[in-house]
């Protein structure tokens, strides 16, 4: 009897594993292939005379904007530090943004609760006096831009009066804050993910998913 209960533990075990290696195989060729598909938003009428960029540090994109071209109001709701040109957004994962400031500090627990679980998540906003050299620029017109206004905006978590919800954390240098971000971080909705589906909701072709950063910047124009 004991036989055949350890051979039925080591059965299942034996399961469990061939379907969690099938699942992770499954998904990164997932990923590769959906990330090399191209999205095809029909054609802009209008004039691409503004421009933004992404930017990477290598696993996690960004969005950049010139301050002229955020919206006036939005604006005034972040605290934006004297001499700011440019400020960048990111949405992740809360737990993963505010302890681990760098890829050192990443723990078992933060990358499965990210990964696996319903979790918080944040907005990290960056301002810059002067403009990246590594930045891939890409350019609109002035409805995608209304439109990625929008969408930025609305991925803030507000009070009942309409305020933005500043986390009270420090940054990862003297220039960044976090906020609190509307949505869930998972497999499935990366912060890569974030950034594709912002460029899909202007009408900018790009990957058809991709939760890593390779697969937006493949399609960005050079």
């Known amino acids: 009897m004991t036989r055949k209960i350890i051979s039925l533990i080591f059965h299942l075990l034996k399961t469990v594993f061939v379907f969690l290696v099938s699942a992770v195989i499954l998904y990164f060729a997932a990923a590769l292939v959906l990330s090399y598909l191209k999205t095809h938003p029909p054609k ?3 004039p691409a005379d503004k421009e933004i960029y992404i930017t990477t540090n290598g696993v996690h994109l960004d969005i950049v904007m010139h301050m002229e071209n955020l919206e006036s109001e939005f604006m005034k709701k972040l ?3 004297p001499g700011t040109k440019y400020v960048s957004f ?3 994962d809360k737990e993963f943004y505010l302890n681990t400031p760098e890829w050192k500090d990443l723990t078992f627990k933060t990358a499965f609760k990210a990964l696996f679980l319903k979790s ?3 907005m990290h906003v960056t301002f810059y006096r002067g403009f990246g050299a590594h930045w891939k620029p890409l350019k609109l017109c002035g409805p995608q831009l209304a439109a990625l206004n929008r969408y930025i905006g609305d991925s803030f978590k507000k009070n009942e009066h309409g305020k ?3 986390i009270a954390a420090p940054g990862y240098y003297d220039n960044d804050a976090f906020y609190e971000a509307t949505g869930s971080f998972s497999l499935f909705k990366t912060c890569n993910v974030w950034v594709n589906k912002a460029l899909k909701e202007i009408g900018v072709p790009t ?3 991709s939760p890593f950063d390779f697969g937006v910047l493949h399609h960005l124009p050079e």
């Open 44 to 46: 802009q009428d209008c």
């Open 79 to 81: 605290e934006i530090l």
């Open 90 to 92: 990111g949405w992740g």
């Open 120 to 122: 918080e998540t944040a």
């Open 164 to 166: 933005l919800q500043k």
């Open 207 to 209: 990957s058809v998913w």
